[in-house]
């Protein structure tokens, strides 16, 4: 497993980079509407600024994994065949799209077009990321679920650290009123992918010990030895959605929400992530060595 920790980290961090910035474009715009360009581009610049060194350690994770910078660039060679060339690729437009989008946006009126474009290279990067994985020999990966968890991991993470985000950079501001409608909105985004992914979570086990020795492998290793790490990730899923969902249902409330309970959310969005990131690497079982 000792191998696989940049993989993790650089899967999580540019998870959570990716989906910061697609919830926090997804803000602005509707902000926006209610409080005027400028104003919301002065709420969320704190946020869009965040993503980028978040991104960055993530690409400097991934070359601990490769070996070397170099390798990634000769990987771009096999962009017609290879879903890590792919990933690649796309992870260092996001990364390099936000940089330009980061410096265009504190011009009033400018970048919600290049913000949008980068949105969707950040989309194709996670579904990149999932690619990968997706066309691998391990049966566990193999299916619908790996892109259930990368995509519900960028925006879990994404939403709550938006509306973190949006939270420290409203501090000392006007427009409360519409802030706080807009964030309980987005953090019904983490809720809803956070039931979906425990709607599939019964699909994907059935599913695996339906098929060959490998998959059954898997869920032996799910129910035996990473049976609580399993578990505590689901756990803290569920306690994420509670908070949330209170975060949601104070949108009426004059008094809102407190801002560290929208950053205890996101420690334990992540703290989640990392969990069920670390069994996902752990009990995939190649089918074709049976180990």
Same mark, same amino acid.
């Given at each position: 497993? $000792? =191998? =696989?920790?940049?993989?993790?980290?650089?899967?999580?961090?540019?998870? %959570?980079? &990716?989906?910061?910035f697609i919830m926090l474009v997804i803000v602005r715009s509707l902000l926006g509407a209610k409080i005027g360009?400028?104003?919301?581009?002065?709420?969320?610049?704190?946020? &869009?600024?965040?993503?980028?060194?978040?991104?960055?350690?993530?690409?400097?994770?991934?070359?601990?994994?490769?070996?070397?910078?170099?390798?990634?660039?000769?990987?771009?060679?096999?962009?017609?065949?290879? @879903?890590? /060339?792919?990933?690649?690729?796309?992870?260092? %437009?996001?990364?390099?799209?936000?940089?330009?989008?980061?410096?265009?946006? *504190?011009?009033?009126?400018?970048?919600?077009?290049?913000? @949008?474009?980068? /949105?969707?290279?950040?989309?194709?990067?996670?579904?990149?990321?999932?690619? &990968?994985?997706? !066309?691998?020999?391990?049966? +566990?990966?193999?299916?619908?679920?790996?892109?259930?968890?990368?995509?519900?991991?960028?925006?879990?993470?994404?939403?709550?650290? $938006?509306? +973190?985000?949006?939270?420290?950079?409203?501090?000392?501001?006007? !427009?409360?009123?519409? #802030?706080?409608?807009?964030? $309980?909105?987005v953090s019904l985004i983490a809720l809803f992918t956070i039931a979906v992914q425990l709607i599939f979570l019964p699909v994907y086990?059935?599913? %695996?010990?339906?098929?060959? =020795?490998? +998959?059954?492998?898997?869920?032996?290793?799910?129910?035996?030895?990473?049976?609580?790490?399993?578990?505590? *990730?689901?756990?803290?899923? #569920?306690?994420?959605?509670?908070?949330?969902?209170?975060?949601?249902?104070?949108?009426?409330?004059?008094?809102?929400?407190?801002?560290?309970? #929208?950053?205890? +959310?996101?420690?334990?969005?992540? %703290?989640? =992530?990392?969990?069920?990131?670390?069994?996902?690497?752990?009990?995939?079982?190649?089918? &074709?060595?049976?180990?």
């Amino acid at each position: 497993m $000792s =191998e =696989e920790w940049p993989l993790l980290t650089f899967t999580i961090l540019g998870q %959570l980079a &990716i989906g910061t910035f697609i919830m926090l474009v997804i803000v602005r715009s509707l902000l926006g509407a209610k409080i005027g360009a400028k104003a919301a581009g002065e709420v969320t610049r704190f946020g &869009i600024l965040a993503v980028g060194p978040v991104m960055l350690v993530a690409l400097i994770a991934s070359f601990f994994h490769l070996g070397s910078p170099m390798l990634a660039f000769n990987a771009l060679g096999n962009l017609k065949t290879s @879903w890590l /060339s792919r990933e690649i690729l796309f992870t260092g %437009l996001f990364f390099l799209l936000w940089l330009i989008t980061y410096y265009s946006s *504190k011009k009033e009126g400018s970048g919600q077009v290049l913000s @949008w474009c980068t /949105s969707i290279v950040g989309l194709i990067a996670v579904f990149c990321m999932a690619g &990968i994985y997706a !066309h691998s020999n391990k049966p +566990a990966w193999t299916n619908v679920n790996t892109y259930l968890t990368f995509f519900g991991a960028a925006f879990v993470m994404g939403a709550i650290a $938006s509306g +973190a985000a949006v939270a420290y950079g409203a501090k000392g501001k006007s !427009h409360e009123e519409p #802030i706080r409608r807009i964030l $309980s909105n987005v953090s019904l985004i983490a809720l809803f992918t956070i039931a979906v992914q425990l709607i599939f979570l019964p699909v994907y086990m059935g599913g %695996l010990a339906g098929t060959g =020795e490998a +998959a059954q492998a898997s869920v032996q290793l799910l129910s035996g030895s990473y049976a609580v790490p399993f578990v505590l *990730k689901w756990i803290l899923s #569920i306690l994420v959605g509670v908070m949330v969902f209170y975060v949601s249902t104070k949108r009426g409330n004059n008094q809102g929400v407190s801002p560290n309970l #929208i950053y205890t +959310a996101l420690g334990v969005a992540i %703290l989640s =992530e990392f969990i069920g990131r670390y069994v996902f690497y752990s009990t995939a079982v190649s089918a &074709i060595f049976g180990m």
